[in-house]
């Protein structure tokens, strides 16, 4: 479902540590999976995806993590830059209903 | 590839006016596109989806007649916000549909209703 009226949960980093963030999906039928990031006034931009027969999935400093049994989905990211610093929001997919559902979104900052 | 314009990226308008934001998907073509609200500090909350052809699909809540929405050509939709209130100041996003699960996203559009 929908978040709209929270406010974002945050996550405060140092440089060069790893950050985990989280996120609870809602549709256990959903078959696919999208991290996004998000910048101060701008579009999201694609980080990462994973299909749902998948578990685990690595990319360039980033690993996404799908646990379908209690419909979690967690991003990885190793050794956190200032530049990382943006709202992350996962998205699900689900089948019966074609569009892209946004989870909430978590604000990650980075301190140098 | 896959890149997303939309235009303009920032406006500000009287209240009671009406403002037309276009979304281009520049280097592929799109049959389906999204618009999205946000508020600071939310998440991106769908509006519609706009099908190449067809009339527009708007979410539940979402004011039709005051949100039109066309979709002329594969790479081209338009929002308009009509009869701008103070209230409808927000940012704006569209993505485009390249394939069946990837979603391009525009830059967005900060509407400001004075």
């Known amino acids: 479902g929908e978040s709209v009226g929270l406010h974002l949960p945050t996550l405060s980093v140092q440089e060069g540590d790893n950050s985990i963030i989280n996120c609870a999906y809602s549709n256990s039928a959903s078959d696919y999976f999208i991290w996004y990031k998000q910048e101060s006034g701008k579009g999201p931009q694609f980080i990462i995806d994973i299909r749902s027969n998948m578990d685990k999935r690595q990319g360039q400093r980033v690993t996404v993590l799908l646990n379908k049994t209690v419909k979690h989905l967690s991003l990885q990211i190793a050794a956190t830059q200032p530049g990382d610093s943006a709202v992350y929001f996962c998205a699900e997919n689900p089948p019966s209903y074609g569009k892209l559902t946004f989870g909430q979104g978590t604000i990650l900052t980075v301190h140098p | 590839g896959a890149v997303v314009s939309q235009h303009p990226s920032w406006v500000i308008c009287k209240s009671g006016t009406s403002v037309k934001i276009e979304c281009r998907s520049l280097d592929f073509q799109a049959t389906t596109m999204f618009w999205y609200r946000q508020f600071p500090k939310q998440s991106l909350m769908l509006m519609a989806t706009?099908?190449?052809?067809?009339?527009?699909?708007?979410e539940q809540g979402v004011e039709k007649d005051k949100f039109l929405i066309n979709h002329a050509s594969l790479t081209l939709s338009t929002l308009t916000v009509t009869s701008a209130h103070p209230e409808d100041s927000s940012f704006y996003i569209c993505?485009?549909?390249?394939?069946?699960?990837?979603?391009?996203f525009g830059p967005g559009t900060r509407l400001t209703v004075t």
């Open positions: 706009s099908n190449e052809g067809s009339k527009a699909t708007y």
């Open positions: 993505s485009a549909q390249g394939g069946y699960y990837e979603q391009y």
